[in-house]
């Protein structure tokens, strides 16, 4: 809320207080013109006579006390950014309910702290825990069953951009990951001319498939060694230290058809797996990725020539 916003909100309060009391007072006190009590002269059915009798003393009191109250409730609290006597905002009163509960939830799973991924992965009930907290926490990128969407990557297949060891799991989910691919479309259409970015798509197409056409590939595959090798390596292996992927499989995070490849190649892709470790702490997020790891067959090991770091 800005400052503008945060005055306007504190004058509209004012004046609503002002006129409250306003309100109050110009309704207690009688008139020399208003009729007694028990002379208003309006009656019906004979017998039910209308009186104009005050409100008694300790409920006009009562409307005070609350008047008084919503002043030294706006003190203490403050209001709009204007920071009460008591310094108390929502987001401290949040940090400072989130920070019980996970102690609580610490102390409920202390049995599962500190262990490794793939020692917590043969716990069913460290997998069961890790299952709940991912569908809470991670379903609405991956999917409820892991097997994610356009630019979520798939959890269920052997598949590991950053790589798929326990300790890679681990430490993506706690940390996070941001993958940058960057815009090619102006350096290779300056070296390449108007089709070089299809021709770069042709090549990396062919290294998966045989349907490419050669001479395009050809001219692709120059360009490919001048630029992208630096991340995808010389054969287009990919490097899980940055998260470049193995462009020889099957696999395309954001999609394999002609529109999709060239937009991730001319205008760049921007991949960000948030951090996890603060929000939900070292147990919670080892219990995440137990159960993340008993998704995946990890029946192949990394692909010839990838980088892979514990």
């Known amino acids: 809320m ?3 916003w945060t005055w306007y909100v504190v004058a509209i309060t004012v004046l609503n207080l002002l006129g409250c009391v306003w309100l109050l007072r ?10 007694r009590p028990d002379e208003t002269g309006h009656v019906w059915d004979g017998d039910l ?22 002043v030294g409730y706006l ?12 310094h108390w905002s929502s987001r401290s009163e949040w940090a400072k309910e989130t920070a019980a509960e996970n102690a609580r939830l610490d102390d409920t799973l202390k049995l599962y702290a ?60 706690q940390n996070g990951r941001h993958a940058v691919m960057p815009a090619w479309a102006d350096t290779l259409t300056a070296q390449g001319g108007a089709t070089a970015v299809d021709d770069t798509i042709a090549y990396v197409l062919s290294l998966s498939r045989s349907d490419q056409p050669k001479d395009a590939a050809a001219r692709g595959e120059k360009l490919f060694a001048g630029i992208c090798t630096a991340c995808h390596g010389p054969q287009g292996k990919g490097n899980q230290v940055m998260g470049a992927p193995d462009l020889t499989d099957s696999y395309w995070l954001y999609g394999s058809s002609a529109a999709s490849l060239h937009k991730t190649l001319a205008e760049g892709r921007q991949g960000v797996m948030p951090a996890w470790k603060d929000q939900l702490g070292d147990t919670r997020t080892r219990l995440v990725g137990a159960y993340v790891w008993t998704l995946s067959p990890h029946k192949d090991p990394p692909p010839a020539g990838a980088v892979v770091a514990e």
């Open 2 to 4: 800005t400052s503008a």
């Open 26 to 35: 110009a309704n207690i006190k009688r008139r020399p013109t208003d009729p």
């Open 49 to 70: 006579t209308e009186y104009n009798k005050p409100l008694p003393r300790w409920w006009i009191n009562l409307f005070y006390i609350t008047l008084v109250f919503s």
């Open 75 to 86: 003190i203490w609290y403050g209001l709009g950014t204007l920071k009460g006597w008591g």
């Open 114 to 173: 500190g262990k490794p991924v793939d020692e917590l992965a043969k716990d069913a009930g460290a997998v069961s825990i890790g299952r709940a907290i991912f569908i809470n926490r991670c379903a609405a990128c991956h999917g409820s069953s892991g097997h994610g969407a356009a630019g979520y990557p798939d959890l269920t297949d052997d598949i590991w951009h950053w790589g798929g060891t326990p300790a890679r799991i681990l430490d993506t989910i």
